[in-house]
């Protein structure tokens, strides 16, 4: 049995090619995909197509691992916590617009005893049904709503069950997997590692939630075993590592690129500050799960090892996806007012009540201001992060009418024939020159050797001479 700094050293090995190839196996299987292991030019892995893919063919659609809707965006859209699907109502999401949840009438829209009818009913509202919000098992002390019962208890069982903010630490069982009702009163530890993250840096959530998977998983395996030995605690951590091992990462305050304000001489301390940062918001979140169940941190202390704690923040920060997801609400907006002339008394009464419909000016306003009212968040997906980088794409992240979750799309940009490696943009598509471009890679730690990047490079060299 290997101690913990050993346990730390072969959870970030690189894995082997046959492991990538046995892991992204059944992931690819029937999507006319494949991971290869080293995919050239000392890029490491890569996706390729083993079919061909027409222009604006769906390549890949695939629900995220972990993720998180940034909280500045909260009151942009009402979302299930689990896909990020826009729930409730119409009504529920202008109510929730207003001052993250606090409704016209003064309440929460997503109290259980706060139903949709006691809403002012708009036009046309019904035209655009959602799904019923289901509040966390703990009640509406938790803010995480879902759109289905199958949401809500995945996200109980994959990490919720440890990172509720409701105080549930006497009612939580040994695997995390089942609770009581909540009592009415917030666990003051998970509180505070939150409010950290959100005045830092959010990524902590999307770390906290794997190393919760993580222990969790390992957790159950080790009671499936029924051997509570320290070599099955040592495989049942590994079995559950598993979903992280294969993505790409270095230490977050190694691995980051130093902003263009940070003088060079101030390097090493930037870098200190940032490793001290990361490090609070562990100890945090160690005494949060402590409170919670303190039988995790004692069997997989390796599990919450600083080194895995940052590898697995600078894994997200290499390896993350926006995550948008479009709002039903400037739609509904629009079908109002292609209405005006049809609209009631009641129905112009109704509509004035909605704070939020004055706050951007009327329906014309929250029309012309669409990607405000959209879920903006981060994810990580385990085979989107394979896409490696081209400044030529043959595929984009880009989300159709039909996408309303949280789920990671990409499509074929012209056609991609078998054998071809699929890539997309790291760079935004406003970043035309090749200073612009290079400016927005350098977080993730290499510089462009495509086709376009190595001419505009060469032309500057020749420009020089």
């Known amino acids: 049995m290997p101690q913990i700094e050993d346990q730390v050293s072969e959870l970030l090995q690189i894995p082997s090619a046959a492991e990538i190839k046995a892991f992204f196996f059944e992931k690819t299987k029937n999507l006319g995909l494949e ?11 890569g996706v390729f197509a083993t079919k061909l893919f027409l222009d604006e063919e769906l390549v890949l659609e695939e629900p995220h691992v972990v993720s998180i809707q940034h909280a500045e965006t909260r009151g942009s859209g009402l979302v299930c916590s689990r896909c990020f699907a826009m729930v409730g ?11 993250h949840e606090q409704s016209v009438i003064g309440g929460s829209s997503t109290n259980e005893d706060e139903t949709n009818s006691s809403l002012p009913k708009l036009p046309c509202s019904d035209e655009f049904p959602l799904p ?15 759109c289905s ?17 409701a105080n549930s630490s006497n009612r939580l069982e040994r695997n995390g997997c089942t609770s009581s009702h909540s009592t009415g009163t917030n666990d003051p530890l998970i509180e505070e590692f939150y409010q950290h993250a959100e005045s830092t840096n959010d990524v902590f ?27 099955m605690k040592w495989l049942a951590l590994k079995e559950a ?13 190694d691995a980051v690129a130093l902003p263009s304000d940070v003088p060079t001489e101030e390097e090493d301390q930037f870098r200190r500050d940032m490793k001290e940062m990361a490090e609070d918001s562990l100890n945090l979140l160690i005494e949060a799960i ?60 109704n509509l004035n009540k909605y704070k939020s419909i004055d706050a951007y000016g009327g329906l014309h306003g929250i029309m012309e201001c669409e990607f405000e009212w959209a879920c903006l968040g981060n994810a990580f997906y385990s085979l989107q992060a394979c896409l490696n980088h081209s400044c030529v794409p043959n595929a984009r992240a880009f989300k159709r009418d039909q996408d309303k979750n949280g789920n990671a799309v990409i499509l074929a940009v012209g ?27 350098r977080d993730y730690g290499f510089q462009c050797e495509c086709e376009k990047c190595s001419a505009e490079r060469l032309a500057l060299e020749l420009q020089g001479l």
């Open 35 to 45: 991971v290869r292991p080293d995919a050239g030019d000392g890029r490491g892995k």
């Open 89 to 99: 109502s119409i009504e529920e999401q202008l109510a929730n617009n207003w001052d």
């Open 132 to 146: 019923s919000i289901i509040p966390c098992r703990m009640g509406p002390c938790c803010e995480a709503v879902y």
């Open 149 to 165: 019962v199958e949401c809500r208890d995945a996200s109980w069982h994959a990490h919720h069950s440890l990172l509720c903010p």
């Open 205 to 231: 959530i999307l770390a906290a939630q794997a190393v919760a998977l993580v222990l969790l998983e390992a957790e159950r395996q080790l009671q499936e075993s029924n051997q509570e030995t320290e070599t």
């Open 241 to 253: 590592w598993i979903l992280f091992k294969m993505g790409h990462k270095a230490l977050w305050w």
């Open 290 to 349: 402590k409170h919670r169940n303190s039988t995790l941190v004692e069997h997989f202390p390796a599990a919450v090892h600083l080194h895995i704690w940052g590898s697995l923040i600078g894994m997200f920060e290499l390896n993350n996806l926006s995550m948008v997801v479009a709002s039903p609400v400037p739609l509904w907006a629009q079908e109002v007012e292609d209405v005006e002339n049809e609209l009631t008394e009641e129905d112009k009464i």
């Open 415 to 441: 056609k991609i024939s078998p054998g071809e490696e699929i890539t997309i943009s790291y760079s935004s598509e406003d970043a035309d020159s090749l200073e612009e471009r290079t400016e927005e890679l």
